[in-house]
């Protein structure tokens, strides 16, 4: 079993950064690729960024490619997502995720966190 925590959404205004934090629960956290998802109102949930056990391997959502940063640091059991140059249509509920790969990158992951609210205003 894995759990989930973010940390690190709020309310900032266009052009500016926030750095989400996931911090997670269980021995098996490093073999877990991992992911941030987004949900606006009104819109289904979306992969944001993925990043492999290792930290090698990433991918983005090709709507925050260049603005957006995943990274992990296993010895903490933590992932996070650097968000700069925000806009507001990046203002949603984030989602951290793990699971195998393959999984997260389609969107069914083994493990949700609760989620955490960013809201770019204009």
């Known amino acids: 079993q894995v759990q989930l925590v973010e940390s690190g959404g709020g309310l900032v205004q266009a052009g500016g950064s926030l750095r989400l934090s996931c911090a997670a629960s269980g021995r098996t956290f490093s073999s877990y690729a991992m992911g941030w998802f987004r949900q606006a109102p009104g819109k289904e949930r979306g992969r944001v960024a993925t990043?492999?056990?290792?930290?090698?391997?990433?991918a983005y959502a090709d709507s925050v490619k260049g603005r957006f940063t995943i990274s992990r640091d296993n010895a903490k059991n933590s992932v996070y997502l650097q968000m700069n140059s925000l806009k507001p249509e990046d203002t949603a509920v984030y989602y951290c995720a793990a699971g195998p790969w393959g999984m997260v990158v389609a969107g069914t992951p083994d493990y949700w966190g609760q989620g955490t609210q960013v809201t770019v205003s204009s």
């Open positions: 990043i492999s056990w290792s930290g090698g391997s990433t």
